[in-house]
C-alpha cells in the first residue's frame, strides 16, 4: 500500500480537473480537457454508443485514475440504454488517486448516479446496483490482470490509459499487450491516447489489428493522430496513413519487452534503448524531416 500522498487538483482547458503525478512526472490527462478527452479518445473510439444498444456490456479500464473513462462510459450507455447490464473492472496502482478524485467539485459535472457509482468505487473499492457490477483492483496491472485472464473475462471495450510509454514501459510492452488481449471480445474494441511507433508495434506484436482515431480536419503537422484502436477485426478500424505506416518502419516502433512481467522500468528502458541503437532501421529524425514534423 503506498503511503497516502496529496493530489493537488488542476484545472483543464475544458473546465474538468486532473493530477500531476510527481512519481511519474506527468498528468493524468490532457491539458486540452481530462473530460474531453475520456469521451473523444476512448468513449467514442470504442463505439460505445453504439454498443450501448446491446443487452449487455463488459468493460475494463486499465489504470483507471480519477475514474473519467468509466464516468464517461457509463454517462453514455445510461443515456441510450438505462437497461443495460453492465460489467466493469478496473485495474489501478495507487487507490489514493481514485479516493481524492470524488471531491465534490471534481465530480459534479457527471450525473448523481454516476457520482454514487465514482464514489462507492474509490471507498469500497466496488459497486453493485441497478444493474451495474465495478469493481476496483489494486496493484501492479501486469500481476492482477492475470486474475481477468484466469476467469476468462471478455471486455466489449477497454480503455487503455497508462503514463507514457517514457515514463511507464511497463505497461506498454509486447508481453503486456499479450494479456490484455486475452481480456477483449472477439468484436470488441481498445483505445488508448497513444499514437507511439512502439506501442503500436507491441500491439500487432500481440496480435492486434490497429487503426488511428483521426484528427480533426484543420490541425497542425505534428498532430497527426489522436491515438490507437485496436481490435481483432481490421475492417471495422480508420486505417493509419502513410506517414503513421512508414513511422512503423522507423527504429521508434521497436516495442518495449518484459518477458518476466516483472522487470523495473530502468531495466524495460536500457532494453529497449540498447535494441534501437543496435537496430539499422530509419532514424525518426530523418522521418520527421521527410514529413516535416517539427
Known amino acids: 500500500m503506498k503511503q497516502a500522498h ?46 450501448a444498444k446491446h443487452d449487455r456490456l463488459r468493460l475494463l479500464d486499465i489504470c483507471y485514475g480519477l475514474g473519467y473513462n468509466t464516468a ?24 489514493t488517486v481514485p479516493r481524492a478524485a470524488i471531491e465534490p467539485r471534481l465530480i459534479e459535472r457527471w450525473s448523481l448516479q454516476v457520482q454514487a457509482v465514482l464514489t462507492a468505487i474509490a471507498i469500497n473499492h466496488q459497486y453493485q446496483q441497478s444493474g451495474l457490477t465495478a469493481q476496483l483492483i489494486i496493484g501492479d496491472a501486469r500481476q492482477t490482470i492475470q486474475m481477468l ?6 471486455a466489449d471495450a477497454i480503455f487503455f490509459d497508462p503514463f507514457s510509454p517514457r515514463r511507464c514501459p511497463q505497461l506498454w510492452t509486447v508481453e503486456f499487450f499479450q494479456q490484455v488481449s486475452q481480456c477483449l471480445a472477439a468484436d470488441g474494441r481498445l483505445a488508448t491516447y497513444s499514437r507511439s511507433a512502439s506501442v503500436r508495434s507491441a500491439m500487432l506484436a500481440a496480435g492486434f489489428s490497429i487503426g488511428t482515431i483521426p484528427v480533426k480536419e484543420s490541425h497542425l503537422p505534428h498532430e497527426w493522430s489522436q491515438g490507437t484502436v485496436a481490435t481483432f477485426d481490421a475492417s471495422s478500424l480508420q486505417p493509419l496513413s502513410q506517414l503513421e505506416q512508414e513511422h512503423l518502419q522507423t527504429r521508434a516502433a521497436i516495442p518495449y519487452r518484459d518477458p518476466s512481467l516483472s522487470d523495473s522500468a530502468e531495466v524495460i528502458s536500457a532494453r529497449h534503448q540498447q535494441e534501437q541503437q543496435q537496430s539499422q532501421r530509419e532514424s525518426t529524425s530523418s522521418w520527421r524531416r521527410r514529413w516535416g514534423i517539427v
Open 6 to 51: 496529496t493530489w493537488i487538483p488542476q484545472v483543464t482547458q475544458d473546465g474538468s480537473f486532473t493530477f500531476f503525478s510527481e512519481e511519474f512526472g506527468e498528468t493524468f490527462h490532457s491539458q486540452q480537457g481530462a473530460r474531453a478527452e475520456a469521451f473523444t479518445k476512448f468513449v467514442h473510439a470504442t463505439q460505445l454508443v453504439q454498443k
Open 72 to 95: 464517461a462510459a457509463l454517462e453514455t450507455i445510461w443515456q441510450i440504454n438505462p437497461a443495460c447490464q453492465i460489467e466493469m473492472y478496473g485495474l489501478e496502482l495507487d487507490a
Open 149 to 154: 485472464c484466469q476467469s476468462r473475462f471478455q
